[in-house]
């Protein structure tokens, strides 16, 4: 019996309709860019397994860090104990951060990370004697899957058997470079009629929305409105950190820093699950008290795993090499060159790119899970190419560690599946 038919008897997988779509591939290697399957056919990674691998798969050096790692303390409960290396990322992290952060927080993973910084902004004012309860987010926004980062997102094909139970959320349209006006204008009709606690976005790049790229001027112009009103604000750079827009993080484009920072996925280069909540120094003093409640009650059991850690401090210290920085700068201008060739094809809407991140909207409308968008899968798949389009969306955010030939092959294969749409 094959690995994928013993996985039909017990397995329920994620974002998956198991009666129109039983079978699940089996891979039984990663490396580089590479998945291998049982059956020995490779695919290309093209989005880095949900954003995560950035660095390939199995990367020597990561591996090495852990494998020492392991034979010295591979657990301990965080809430009385402390280790050497959840000091060290703690330092490294402050050092690449945004200048205004200065405390470290331990998640497991991209919702829990944002489930934390929601409970952060709300108990903030509620131990400075404030009541806020609502919050702002961008229309069609993700934030993850815990009930606080559902409330906050905004996709209902994700939420919508849970919506009469969520957080009392308000929505914005997203900076398009027009429309700085307009969201003034609903920003100030929100506040007027909310206690708002907190703004919580995906900064220039909306991910699950379809590698939606928004407006630098205009986002800064709403997280001055929210500073000036003293509403906290939270950047969910889950899926933008760590490098994939050119820069570290996404808020290195705005002048606006956040209060408040969501990170996990490329946080361990996909090796072991890890995720932070980083705040400013003064939100972190709001729950200083010699009343024990008014500290912060929110834990993981894994939280500052060593292992994770570990691989953490290896992946920063990657980021930083000459290497891989070019081979950021060498992807994005790939991306640019492929950007002006497909953008004038008669099936291609729109196509955009940020740092290692492109996307292309076809000219077609599209089910987000429909049979379209299944004939595509397979139609890269047979190819040997891993993309998982977004309803519409084709979108590429690949390793740093991609080769030009194997991105050339992504290229060419999205402009063969454009015959089939």
């Known amino acids: 019996m094959t690995l994928q038919e013993r996985d039909k008897k017990h397995l329920w997988h994620p974002l998956k309709q198991h009666k129109t779509h039983p079978e699940s591939l089996a891979i039984v290697k990663a490396k580089g860019c590479i998945l291998t399957d049982e059956n020995g056919n490779e695919y290309i990674d093209t989005i880095s397994s949900w954003y995560t691998c950035m660095f390939g798969h199995c990367n020597d050096f990561i591996t090495s860090k852990v494998y020492e790692q392991m034979q010295t303390l591979d657990q301990v409960m965080f809430s009385d104990f402390t280790h050497k290396p959840a000091i060290e990322l703690s330092e490294n992290l402050i050092k690449i951060l945004p200048n205004n952060q200065n405390r470290i927080f331990f998640n497991d993973n991209g919702s829990t990370a944002v489930e934390a910084g929601i409970k952060m902004a709300l108990q903030y004012y509620f131990n400075l004697g404030e009541k806020r309860s609502t919050f702002i987010a961008f229309e069609n926004g993700f934030h993850g899957d815990t009930f606080g980062a559902m409330s906050v997102s905004g996709l209902s094909v994700y939420n919508g058997p849970f919506e009469d139970f969520l957080m009392q959320v308000e929505r914005i349209s997203v900076p398009n470079g027009e429309n700085h006006q307009e969201i003034l204008e609903q920003l100030k009709k929100i506040v007027s009629e909310n206690n708002v606690a907190g703004f919580i976005y995906e900064p220039l790049v909306q991910g699950a929305a379809g590698m939606k790229i928004h407006d630098t001027e205009g986002l800064n112009e709403i997280l001055k409105f929210c500073k000036n009103h003293n509403i906290l604000t939270i950047a969910d ?26 990170l996990s996925k490329a946080l361990t280069g996909g090796l072991v699950p890890l995720a932070i909540t980083s705040c400013t120094e003064k939100i972190y003093e709001a729950f200083l008290s010699n009343e024990m409640a008014k500290g912060f009650f929110h834990c993981h059991t894994y939280s500052g795993n060593p292992i994770a850690c570990t691989a953490a401090n290896a992946t920063i210290q990657l980021l930083q090499t000459d290497e891989i920085q070019q081979n950021i700068k060498l992807i994005s201008a790939s991306h640019q060159q492929f950007k002006d060739k497909i953008s004038k094809h008669p099936k291609v809407k729109t196509a955009r790119f940020q740092g290692v991140i492109f996307a292309l909207d076809l000219d077609t409308k599209m089910q987000r899970y429909g049979s379209l968008r299944d004939k595509l899968l397979n139609f890269f798949m047979k190819r040997g190419v891993f993309l998982r389009p977004l309803g519409n969306t084709i979108y590429i955010q690949p390793p740093f560690v991609i080769t030009q030939e194997q991105l050339q092959k992504v290229y060419s294969t999205i402009e063969e599946s454009l015959e089939i749409v």
């Open 237 to 262: 750079e889950v899926m933008t950190g760590f490098g994939k827009t050119g820069r570290n993080f996404a808020s290195d484009f705005i002048e606006t820093k956040p209060d408040i920072i969501c």
